[in-house]
């Protein structure tokens, strides 16, 4: 049986060079995001990977009580959107992980957050079908739970075309909408998100919309 109460969050965040006029909102909203994981009930680990052209991994399956904050130095704008082969690294470096754990280290509970400003035009790693498939096996067979944020007028497209159905009731997509006020509710609204799944094993889809409903109005 998997450690009962352990949820693990793999942050995929989105770092091209369209981020640079939300780079400190993004650093800010991700730190409020892991200070607000904090009160929540059970235990927490978190992974953080950064694309851009490129892939960079932060921290691997690190206790939330030991997550560092995200800073200028690490977060660094630049280049272009490789997003399928981040998120297929990402599954893949933690498929494989949690199959090298004990079974009563597993999470009971795994919860995809992707964040991105633009449309995927960089990967040479996956193949958007491959993606599909990975994201389908991990929310139908391992019951992951994905939440996508994409912050252009194609969102709900880019989604689909990742293997994430809006309507299946273990994935959440939405449309943020440009600028500060966007990238600051993206973080709002995932956290809300995730201490869902990690408080009841479900994912709110309202209250993750209503989250990120609020933060834009303000």
Not at 121 to 135: R, T, W
Request: proline share 4%; with cysteine.
């Amino acid at each position: 049986m998997p450690k009962a109460g352990l949820t693990e969050i793999l942050c995929v965040l989105d770092k091209s060079g369209s981020m640079q006029s939300k780079r400190n909102e993004t650093i800010q909203g991700y730190n409020q995001f892991i200070d607000e994981q904090k009160s929540g009930a059970g235990e927490r680990r978190v992974s953080l990977c950064l694309f851009d052209t490129v892939y960079r991994i932060l921290y691997l399956g690190r206790p939330l009580h030991e997550v560092p904050a995200l800073t200028e130095k690490d977060y660094v704008p630049h280049g272009t959107t490789a997003l399928l082969d981040a998120v297929g690294r990402t599954i893949q470096e933690a498929g494989q992980r949690f199959s090298d754990l004990p079974e009563d280290e597993k999470p009971e509970h795994v919860v995809l957050f992707i964040a991105t400003d633009g449309q995927e035009n960089a990967s040479v790693e996956i193949s958007q079908p491959q993606l599909q498939e990975m994201i389908k096996h991990q929310v139908d067979t391992w019951q992951w739970k994905v939440v996508y944020f994409g912050q252009h007028a194609d969102a709900f497209n880019q989604a689909r075309q990742l293997g994430i159905d809006p309507n299946h009731r273990r994935c959440y997509a939405a449309r943020v909408s440009k600028g500060a006020r966007g990238a600051q509710g993206v973080y709002r609204a995932a956290s809300y998100a995730v201490r869902s799944i990690s408080d009841s094993g479900e994912l709110d889809k309202e209250g993750t919309q209503s989250c990120l409903d609020d933060a834009s109005s303000k």
